[in-house]
């Protein structure tokens, strides 16, 4: 009987610990890194940050494009060297410090130049661009890049592309807000003949607010054979209207996770919260209440 129990036990541990371990609560950072509340960042419950305005140029070097008055855009890589000094490579590192919730951190672009760099020089490790990534990612303590792509829509570069990241250690996610058969095109042809934990492509956050406020996630993951993790926008002064609350955001949190098809929600972004004066912890927590 006992021993039963220990088995059942042991089973049931087994079979939810993924479940637990999966729930993702993410927070794009719209803000200059260095100029947002990292403390706040790090202590408020969310596992994955995802660094905005980071951008390819033409010769494959990497840009972080600041979108905060005040800062400068800085190139971060280039030559096959982390260009980006000291101070930024240090913040960065540190959204994973010791007590720190943060697990994940990933760093978000458009498509601009994947297309031409993927056909010339192509998609070798040895390539500038392979080499710029491969830097940013030991400089940084980099997990991941993820794709918003909201205009090319290549799924054979991006494909490629994709693939010649996760050679170098990164896993790839995608930020879909419209087109769901471009991404389950590259989410398949990404992924195939893989499994956990080895997908190449392996988050996909729903944008569903804005151009996206119509987007049902559990109809997404079927669509894309992906679960999702769907995003809404903070209060802010730029689109009102698409703004919510933490406990607007908890209560579609809430519906969404009873449909299924989620592992997790997320939002668009810290700059919001830090210029409306709203509360990093209430929002963490709304995510926390339905994403434990
Ligand atoms: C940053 O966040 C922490 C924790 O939430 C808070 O105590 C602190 O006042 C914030 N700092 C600034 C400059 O807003
Ligand atoms: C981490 O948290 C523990 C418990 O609160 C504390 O004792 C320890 O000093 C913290 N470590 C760091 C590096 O902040
Ligand atoms: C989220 O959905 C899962 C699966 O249906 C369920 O077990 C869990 O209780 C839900 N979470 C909340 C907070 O309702
Ligand atoms: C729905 C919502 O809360 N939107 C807010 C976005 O930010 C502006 C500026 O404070 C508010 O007026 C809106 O109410």
New binding site residues.
């Given amino acids: 009987m006992i021993l039963y129990g220990v088995i059942r036990i042991l089973l049931l541990e087994l079979l939810l610990r993924p479940v637990i371990a999966a729930n993702i609560r993410a927070i794009y950072l719209f803000k200059d890194v260095l100029k947002s509340?990292t403390?706040?960042l790090t202590?408020?419950g969310f596992n994955a940050l995802i660094i905005f305005g980071v951008g390819i140029i033409e010769d494959g070097s990497i840009m972080y494009y600041s979108n905060t008055p005040g800062s400068t855009d800085i190139k971060v890589a280039s030559g096959g060297a982390y260009t980006g000094g000291d101070a930024l490579a240090s913040k960065v590192k540190s959204f994973k410090a010791v007590n720190s919730s943060v697990e994940r951190v990933e760093i978000s672009m458009n498509s601009q130049h994947v297309k031409d760099l993927m056909a010339k020089p192509g998609p070798g490790t040895d390539t500038p661009l392979a080499k710029n990534f491969a830097a940013l990612k030991t400089a940084w303590g980099l997990n991941a890049v993820n794709n918003d792509d909201e205009s090319l829509y290549d799924v054979g570069s991006t494909v490629t592309f994709a693939k010649m990241l996760n050679k170098i250690g990164y896993k790839y996610t995608g930020a879909p807000y419209t087109n769901a058969a471009f991404w389950k095109s590259v989410i398949s042809q990404a992924n195939q003949g893989l499994a956990e934990p080895n997908l190449v492509f392996d988050r996909a956050y729903l944008q569903c607010y804005d151009g996206g406020a119509g987007n049902v996630p559990s109809s997404w993951a079927s669509s894309l054979g992906l679960k999702v993790v769907p995003l809404v926008w903070v209060t802010n002064d730029s689109k009102p209207s698409y703004g919510i609350t933490p406990a607007a955001a908890k209560t579609k949190f809430n519906g969404w996770n009873s449909s299924g098809g989620v592992v997790g929600g997320g939002y668009w972004n810290d700059f919001d919260i830090?210029k409306m004066g709203t509360s990093?912890?209430e929002y963490g927590a709304a995510l926390a209440s339905v994403f434990p």
Avoid: F
Wanted: aromatic share 12%.
């Fill in positions: 509340n403390t706040a202590s408020s830090e990093y912890k």
